[in-house]
């Protein structure tokens, strides 16, 4: 690690004004329903209402938006489960240039086909097999073009800190904010944001409890690989944290949290049928912590970013029967 952190709060800030007009600033929900249930005051961060239906799009388009005119003219790649995938493919065309995106094979099909519909070139691989950041790269050096990675980025991260960011600008102050983990890039930018605004913050992660790879990465103080998680959440199917992500969080994160496919499921549901919103499995795992009391200690006044609401109704009913 060096002293220098790779985002700071002035990042984050300069992203939040590069992305202005472009992404949406979504809601904070509250519930006393939930607030009884977790025993504090929450408050709910909506990504699944940014365009493309997750925070990615505010990392991409933060990335996207600074490259040269040179290459935008030769066009964008990117490898992604999904959500990064369609950012992606918007910020570019946004910006009037072209994206090629490598995704898995087994992506749920409405992502899929949502990066499509957003003009972007789609090539798949097997997860299991493939090593998506080689196969990434190849790709992006055969044609010429520029890689944006999911969440090994400064400029991806600083962006993902946005959503931190506005959350404390509308809730005020917070004891702790609790985030769902992959890659590492949300956490890493909210944590930079929040902790920023607010140094005493308590900053949670919450990951797949067969995808632990941040929480045992943080135990032993260095990246660790655990095997490609096969978990509903398939946002959240990262086989080892980011460099640059966990140079930054394993300095601001303060634990993780772990949460099965059940508590997931349950957390989709209550989301549905008391908040009347539909997230996604990866986007409902920060509320599964809370929900299912995984984190200690929860403290009077609770931040909880639900990621992404990308879903289609088949899978979605599945999920929630089970």
């Not at 004004?17 to 809601?27: L, Q």
């Not at 506005?166 to 890493?188: K, M, Q, R, T, Y």
Request: with cysteine.
């Amino acid at each position: 690690m060096t002293d220098t952190p790779p985002v700071t709060l002035d990042d984050v800030r300069d992203a939040a004004e590069r992305i202005k007009g472009v992404a949406h600033r979504t809601p904070v929900l509250r519930s006393r329903t939930l607030d009884a249930l977790v025993g504090a005051e929450v408050l709910v961060k909506c990504e699944n209402f940014q365009r493309v239906g997750a925070f990615k799009f505010r990392g991409a388009y933060n990335a996207a938006s600074r490259l040269s005119l040179e290459q935008l003219a030769k066009g964008i790649a990117a490898y992604s489960s999904g959500n990064h995938a369609q950012a992606v493919a918007l910020a570019a065309r946004e910006l009037g240039t072209t994206a090629v995106i490598l995704m898995p094979e087994d992506t749920p099909r409405s992502k899929r086909e949502a990066t499509a519909g957003y003009g972007a070139e789609v090539v798949t691989y097997d997860r299991y097999t493939g090593d998506r950041v080689a196969l990434g790269e190849a790709l992006a050096a055969e044609r010429g073009l520029a890689l944006i990675p999911p969440y090994e980025h400064p400029h991806v991260i600083a962006g993902q800190g946005t959503a931190a960011l506005e959350l404390i600008e509308e809730a005020g102050h917070l004891d702790a904010l609790v985030v769902p983990v992959g890659g590492g890039g949300l956490v890493a930018g909210s944590a930079t944001a929040g902790k920023g605004l607010l140094p005493g913050l308590r900053v949670i992660g919450v990951e797949p409890e067969h995808g632990d790879d941040t929480k045992r990465s943080l135990e032993a103080g260095r990246r660790v690989a655990v095997p490609v998680p096969r978990t509903i959440a398939d946002g959240q199917a990262a086989d080892i944290p980011g460099e640059l992500t966990f140079s930054v969080n394993r300095r601001l994160v303060n634990g993780i949290a772990l949460v099965d496919d059940d508590q997931i499921r349950e957390a989709m549901r209550f989301a549905f049928e008391r908040l009347k919103i539909v997230v996604e499995p990866s986007g409902a795992s920060a509320l599964a912590a809370l929900l299912a009391h995984r984190v200690d200690r929860v403290p009077p006044r609770v931040g909880v970013i639900l990621s992404g609401g990308n879903i289609d109704t088949e899978r979605f009913t599945d999920i929630l029967r089970g």
